[in-house]
T-cell receptor
Framework: AQKVTQAQTEISVVEKEDVTLDCVYE???????LFWYKQPPSGELVFLIR??????QNEISGRYSWNFQKSTSSFNFTITASQVVDSAVYFC?????????????FGKGTRLSVIA | EPEVTQTPSHQVTQMGQEVILRCVPI?????FYWYRQILGQKVEFLVS????????KSEIFDDQFSVERPDGSNFTLKIRSTKLEDSAMYFC???????????FGSGTRLTVV
């Protein structure tokens, strides 16, 4: 069975601080995808990144970066120089790769509050 | 950029009533999903749909739930007799292919009173 664990329920930082959101996953699949989504107070799910299990290179997109470590089954997300607009709930998710539908399995989310 | 459209954005219904949540997928997408998020909790998979039939469903998706794509465009989730615990945000998501990314709709907030 697949499982995603986000141990941090809530994090609060002061604006301009860096913050890392942790994600640990479990799967028996050899090939899979990992995702991060942002859910602002308005409620929609905003896609941030998808990473194939074969690609362990870290990724940077502006102030966002992701550290994928297959050896520890982790896919952590760092926001550099946080801003108030980053305040949201962030979900890590996992899906298999195969024939047919591959539903996403979500973690419980981490609520990030950035204080001005 | 193509969008997945969900209607209504918010629905209030009395316990025991039937509700139908609607999703218009992106036109060339083939795989469809419904997810549920109870307030303050994680997003949970309900059901997946491909080639006009259910391909997988979770334990949550019991006999009170059904899905269909009646006219080849709308993808609907029906709850036959709503309970208080069905109050949640319901998200539709679609995929073009098995290895494609998912596109989520903006959700329908269902409130059962």
């Amino acid at each position: 069975a697949q499982k995603v664990t986000q141990a941090q329920t809530e994090i609060s930082v002061v604006e301009k601080e860096d913050v890392t959101l942790d994600c640990v996953y479990e799967t028996r699949d050899t090939t899979y995808y990992l995702f991060w989504y942002k859910q602002p107070p308005s409620g929609e799910l905003v896609f941030l990144i998808r990473r194939n299990s074969f690609d362990e290179q870290n990724e940077i997109s502006g102030r966002y970066s992701w550290n994928f470590q297959k050896s520890t089954s982790s896919f952590n997300f760092t926001i550099t120089a946080s801003q108030v607009v980053d305040s949201a709930v962030y979900f890590c998710a996992l899906s298999g790769v195969g024939s047919g539908n591959t539903p996403l399995v979500f973690g419980k989310g981490t609520r990030l509050s950035v204080i001005a | 950029e193509p969008e997945v459209t969900q209607t209504p954005s918010h629905q209030v219904t009395q316990m025991g009533q039937e509700v139908i949540l609607r999703c218009v997928p992106i036109s060339n997408h083939l795989y469809f999903y419904w997810y549920r998020q109870i307030l303050g909790q994680k997003v949970e998979f309900l059901v997946s749909f491909y080639n006009n039939e259910i391909s997988e469903k979770s334990e949550i998706f019991d006999d009170q739930f059904s899905v269909e794509r009646p006219d080849g465009s709308n993808f609907t989730l029906k709850i036959r007799s709503t309970k208080l615990e069905d109050s949640a945000m319901y998200f539709c998501a679609t995929q073009r292919g098995q290895s494609s990314g998912y596109t989520f709709g903006s959700g329908t907030r269902l409130t059962v009173v």
